[in-house]
């Protein structure tokens, strides 16, 4: 365990369905973030949250909503996903944004959209 | 942010040294080298980072060139559980540090 904890682990889901996945730290951490993981490719940076305010959005579609409600929790929220959104959804934490060797990521979960 | 540019794999012995090179031509004055790696499954996980000087700590050694222009890991005895895919990232304030993954070094330790 690395502090930061990401449920599910696995996640299997049509098209038409809503989901959400789950990040906790109690690092004391104020920057969360969430990354995304297609295979054979690089993490790619989605969203990024400073003291419960959303500081970066990169270009993500609106079929995905990030929510976070305060510092120790983010949510990401899934609905109309399509199959290409398959792929190892990241969550991260860092002391504040701004630091980048104290990043503590999750496992991660492992989406499956069929 | 300076982009950076890694083998795209390696092996090496266990017990012996593995020693992962990165480019990074193009970086400027205030950004920071950092180093990552993703064990197959997990998420990624902090190793070391340095701006001018050499660093080490009890994961690693980073050895930084004089002009700043490359940079180098060292394992000093790697083991079968540091084959993984490391991350050479290179960040400044200018973007809040944030981190830009690339395709990293994949790295296989033998036995």
């Known amino acids: 365990e690395t502090g930061v904890t990401q449920t599910p682990r696995h996640l299997v889901m049509g098209m038409t369905n809503k989901k959400s996945l789950k990040c906790e730290q109690h690092?004391?951490?104020?920057?969360m973030y969430w990354y995304k993981q297609s295979a054979k490719k690089p993490l790619e940076l989605m969203f990024v949250?400073?003291?419960?305010?959303?500081?970066e959005n990169n270009s993500v579609p609106s079929r995905f909503s990030p929510e976070c409600p305060n510092s120790s929790h983010l949510f990401l929220h899934l609905h109309t996903l399509q199959p290409e959104d398959s792929a190892l959804y990241l969550c991260?934490?860092?002391?504040?944004?701004?630091?980048?060797?104290?990043?503590?990521f999750g496992s991660g979960t492992r989406l499956t959209v069929v | 942010d300076a982009k950076t540019t890694q083998p795209p794999s390696m092996d090496c012995a266990e017990g012996r040294a593995a020693n992962l090179p990165c480019n990074h031509s193009?970086?400027?004055?205030?950004?920071?080298v950092y180093w990552y790696r993703q064990i197959h499954s997990q998420g990624p996980q902090y190793i070391i980072h340095?701006?001018?000087n050499n660093e080490t700590n009890e994961m690693a050694s980073l050895i930084i060139t004089e002009d700043r222009k490359s940079s180098t890991l060292i394992l000093p005895h790697a083991t079968l559980r540091d084959t993984a895919v490391y991350y050479c990232?290179?960040?400044?304030?200018?973007?809040?540090?944030?981190?830009?993954f690339g395709a990293g070094t994949t790295v296989t330790v033998r036995a």
């Open positions: 690092l004391g951490h104020n920057a």
């Open positions: 340095g701006l001018k």
């Open positions: 193009t970086i400027s004055g205030n950004e920071y």
């Open positions: 949250y400073n003291f419960k305010e959303q500081t």
């Open positions: 990232i290179v960040s400044s304030i200018s973007n809040d540090y944030k981190l830009s």
């Open positions: 991260a934490s860092s002391q504040d944004e701004g630091e980048g060797y104290g990043y503590t």
